[in-house]
């Protein structure tokens, strides 16, 4: 158990508590984090601070008046650092979007070499992500530059629907077949959000279309093509930069989809294989292929798709180094226009995680291989061409793994990177959720500050309750 004692501050309650767990989850990801507020400090004008590994003592310092999140984060930092011997590659940067603040100091006018020396005095982040995250950083703000993202906005739609469950996926997903029945409910009331969205946002520049899930292609041909001709109905589809559509599962697609999506005028679309192994895949619960892979990849591009993304998975259980290397020298073979590089973190909501746990087992993802794999990627990845363009890290959770260096990033050549994925990852512009599970990020770009508005997440409350998701978003744009 890590115990952070504070002060009691009635204007902000648990100051810092979020961060505070942050890095004591970080350096213990199998121990439990509780902090304590302590009413008799709560006259201290500095920020008083505690900290216990178990019975043992390994912080309490008073930080003086003008103290800072970064502040009280460093302190906590070092203290950990001298307790374990180790050093986070991250440093204090504990959340999920490294890319955002060097994004920030670059849009200010500030120069490489500041921005540098900010994220290693500062932030105490190692030389090697400060590179990755500069990177990325340059890269976005080349690409958002000059877009007027504070007047635009862009459109999520979710297709929660799979021909399958994976083990790990934590996603709000159901398989087709069990909810078939329900598709032409849900493509209804999705409709109708879709309507009044559009109804609301009139006048403003829609700059990019995402439809996720889930796999959209589980929908049937006849399905699919309705959806189509639901956005083409309500949106400036013909005016977007980018429409992006996730064929994901290769079991889901066909040549009549990729058809009907080109028609439609999708510029990007994902086939995602995770691995190129298949004993993986037959174990991850995902009923396709290797050959599949191969075939539905050719299949888009002799259809005419030039910017198609294939995700991976580092950290796989059962796969080792070789694994991982083969999978990536498999798509360069294919030689799509995109590699993302995700790390496997078995979620509390996945399969994989309740099964283990009716088993009274921990899921520890071997702790040397996923860094290693990582960087190597990276490596392997500009050889071949692909430059990193966006990046996010998954939150940690205490139990479920002890690697604390859960990044995801997506390398592409240049020309075909998901400006999607940058405007929503950064938070620049307002982006609209449509579907069950959706959850709108509203930037209010005047007051610094972004609202979110949630949908429920149920199938069968979606349809049910349309009426008040549409009211829910009565806010934006007022």
């Given at each position: 158990?890590?115990?952070?004692?504070?002060?009691?501050?009635r204007?902000?309650?648990?100051?810092?508590?979020?961060?505070?767990?942050a890095?004591?989850?970080?350096?213990?990801?199998?121990?439990?984090?509780?902090?304590?507020?302590?009413?008799?400090?709560?006259g201290?004008s500095g920020?008083?601070?505690?900290?216990?590994?178990?019975?043992?003592?390994i912080?309490?310092?008073?930080?003086?008046?003008?103290?800072?999140?970064?502040?009280?984060?460093?302190?906590?930092?070092?203290?950990?650092?001298?307790k374990?011997g180790?050093?986070?590659?991250?440093?204090?940067?504990?959340?999920?979007?490294?890319?955002?603040?060097p994004?920030?100091?670059?849009?200010?006018g500030?120069?490489?070499?500041?921005?540098?020396?900010?994220?290693?005095?500062?932030y105490?982040?190692?030389?090697?992500?400060?590179?990755?995250v500069?990177d990325?950083?340059?890269?976005?703000?080349?690409?958002?530059?000059n877009?007027?993202?504070?007047n635009g906005?862009s459109?999520?739609?979710g297709?929660?629907?799979?021909?399958?469950?994976?083990?790990?996926?934590?996603?709000?997903?159901?398989?087709?077949e069990?909810?078939?029945?329900?598709?032409e409910?849900?493509l209804?009331?999705?409709?109708?959000e879709?309507?009044?969205?559009?109804?609301?946002?009139?006048?403003?520049?829609?700059?990019t279309?995402?439809?996720?899930?889930?796999?959209?292609?589980?929908?049937?041909?006849?399905?699919?093509?309705?959806l189509?001709?639901?956005?083409?109905?309500?949106?400036?589809v013909?005016?977007?930069?980018?429409f992006?559509?996730?064929?994901g599962?290769p079991?889901?697609?066909t040549?009549?989809?990729?058809?009907?999506?080109?028609?439609?005028?999708?510029?990007?679309?994902?086939?995602?294989?995770?691995?190129?192994?298949?004993?993986?895949?037959?174990?991850?619960?995902?009923?396709?292929?290797v050959?599949q892979?191969?075939e539905?990849?050719?299949?888009?591009r002799?259809?005419g798709?030039?910017?198609?993304?294939?995700?991976?998975?580092?950290?796989?259980p059962?796969?080792?180094e070789?694994?991982?290397?083969?999978?990536?020298?498999?798509?360069h073979?294919?030689?799509?226009?995109?590699?993302?590089?995700?790390?496997?973190?078995?979620?509390?909501a996945?399969?994989?995680?309740?099964?283990?746990?009716e088993?009274?087992?921990q899921?520890?993802?071997?702790?040397?291989?996923?860094?290693?794999?990582?960087?190597?990627?990276?490596?392997?990845?500009?050889?071949?061409?692909?430059?990193?363009y966006?990046?996010?890290?998954?939150?940690?959770?205490?139990g479920t793994?002890?690697?604390?260096?859960?990044e995801?990033?997506?390398?592409a050549?240049?020309?075909?990177?998901?400006?999607?994925?940058i405007?929503?990852?950064?938070?620049?512009e307002t982006?609209?959720?449509l579907?069950?599970?959706?959850s709108?990020?509203?930037?209010i770009h005047?007051?610094n500050?972004?609202e979110?508005?949630?949908?429920?997440?149920?199938?069968?409350?979606?349809?049910?309750?349309?009426?008040?998701?549409?009211e829910?978003?009565?806010t934006?744009w007022?």
């Amino acid at each position: 158990m890590i115990t952070f004692e504070i002060k009691q501050n009635r204007q902000q309650p648990g100051e810092f508590s979020y961060d505070l767990r942050a890095l004591a989850q970080s350096f213990y990801p199998e121990k439990s984090c509780r902090i304590v507020e302590r009413e008799d400090w709560s006259g201290e004008s500095g920020y008083p601070v505690r900290c216990m590994v178990e019975e043992e003592e390994i912080l309490w310092e008073n930080l003086s008046v003008g103290y800072d999140k970064n502040k009280v984060k460093a302190v906590v930092y070092q203290a950990f650092s001298k307790k374990t011997g180790r050093t986070l590659l991250w440093g204090i940067l504990t959340g999920i979007r490294p890319a955002k603040i060097p994004l920030r100091m670059r849009m200010d006018g500030l120069d490489t070499d500041t921005i540098r020396e900010c994220l290693k005095q500062e932030y105490l982040v190692s030389d090697g992500k400060i590179r990755l995250v500069m990177d990325v950083a340059d890269r976005e703000y080349e690409l958002v530059r000059n877009l007027d993202y504070r007047n635009g906005y862009s459109i999520y739609i979710g297709i929660p629907f799979c021909p399958t469950i994976c083990q790990y996926c934590s996603f709000s997903s159901y398989d087709y077949e069990t909810y078939a029945a329900k598709v032409e409910g849900y493509l209804g009331a999705l409709e109708k959000e879709m309507a009044a969205l559009a109804k609301k946002a009139k006048g403003r520049s829609l700059h990019t279309i995402y439809v996720g899930g889930g796999t959209p292609t589980s929908l049937n041909e006849k399905e699919l093509q309705r959806l189509m001709d639901m956005i083409h109905s309500h949106l400036p589809v013909d005016s977007v930069l980018e429409f992006t559509v996730e064929a994901g599962r290769p079991d889901s697609i066909t040549m009549e989809k990729l058809n009907i999506l080109k028609k439609a005028g999708v510029s990007r679309i994902s086939i995602n294989p995770q691995t190129m192994k298949q004993h993986t895949l037959d174990l991850m619960g995902r009923k396709h292929t290797v050959e599949q892979v191969k075939e539905k990849f050719s299949l888009a591009r002799d259809i005419g798709f030039d910017n198609i993304n294939m995700d991976v998975i580092v950290g796989l259980p059962e796969e080792d180094e070789v694994d991982f290397y083969n999978t990536v020298n498999q798509l360069h073979e294919l030689n799509p226009d995109s590699i993302t590089v995700h790390t496997l973190v078995i979620k509390r909501a996945s399969r994989m995680r309740r099964e283990q746990l009716e088993q009274g087992e921990q899921m520890y993802p071997e702790d040397t291989l996923i860094p290693v794999l990582q960087k190597e990627s990276k490596e392997i990845l500009r050889d071949y061409g692909y430059k990193p363009y966006y990046m996010y890290r998954q939150k940690n959770k205490a139990g479920t793994t002890r690697n604390t260096n859960q990044e995801n990033v997506a390398y592409a050549r240049e020309g075909k990177e998901c400006l999607y994925n940058i405007l929503i990852m950064e938070e620049l512009e307002t982006i609209v959720a449509l579907g069950s599970g959706g959850s709108t990020k509203y930037v209010i770009h005047e007051e610094n500050r972004m609202e979110r508005i949630e949908n429920v997440k149920s199938v069968d409350d979606y349809i049910n309750r349309i009426d008040e998701m549409i009211e829910r978003k009565k806010t934006l744009w007022l």
